[in-house]
């Protein structure tokens, strides 16, 4: 088999402006995917920043609760009786510098009489809260943060779909307006 004299050249590459089949809409959805990527990607960094926030203002109430509030070892003195949906409290007795005191506090369910509770309690020696937990505050900003990426990859995708949607009508009216033109050429009817 004989070697040719000269090397196969590829066909050089047909440049986008002299291409008659590269249309405007073409170009414009490659720039929407790229906007519409790009916009998601922004709301990714949005939501991560808005649930750091979010964390850390939840960090920050549980530290100002917890800044009037100190915690004492309580025992219950009695069953604990239902105080509402999902809420038991029980009379509790503990002893500090201030003396003994006894008061009614939330307490688990499976508590039973003589039983250890931790008491979290203000400077007037009254039961309160406990502060959130850095789990609560983890869960709530990562719930809230997840909404808001999805509302706003829903409103994004929503653009992109009615973007899309426009810019393929001018494009099948311009086929259409072309076709009517080349049409009786091609079919040679006139």
């Known amino acids: 088999m004989a070697t ?3 090397a196969p050249q590829p066909s050089a590459p047909v440049p986008r402006r002299g291409n008659p ?3 405007r809409s073409d170009s414009l959805r490659v720039w929407l995917r790229v906007g519409f990527s790009l916009a998601l990607a922004l709301a990714v960094g949005l939501t991560v920043l808005l649930g750091l926030k979010l964390y850390a203002d939840g960090r920050a109430a549980a530290a100002r609760q917890i800044a009037g509030l100190h915690q004492v070892n ?3 003195v009695g069953e604990p009786s239902s105080a509402g949906v999902g809420a038991w409290v029980a009379p509790l007795r503990w002893t500090d510098a201030g003396g003994v005191h006894t008061a009614n ?3 688990p369910v499976s508590t039973v009489s003589g039983q250890h509770v931790m008491l979290w309690i203000n400077a007037q020696e009254d039961p309160q809260p406990g502060p959130i937990p850095a789990v609560q505050s983890a869960g709530s900003a990562a719930t809230y943060s997840l909404a808001a990426f999805a509302a706003a990859a829903m409103a994004l995708s929503g653009l992109y779909a009615l973007a899309r949607h426009r810019v393929d ?3 099948w009216k311009s086929w259409e307006s072309e076709w009517e033109r080349v049409e009786p050429e091609w079919t040679h009817r006139r």
Do not use: E, F, M, Q
Request: net charge positive; aromatic share 0%; hydrophobic share 65%.
């Open 4 to 6: 040719p004299s000269v």
């Open 21 to 23: 089949l590269h249309r």
């Open 74 to 76: 309580a025992v219950a």
């Open 105 to 107: 506090a939330a307490v």
């Open 169 to 171: 009508s001018a494009a």
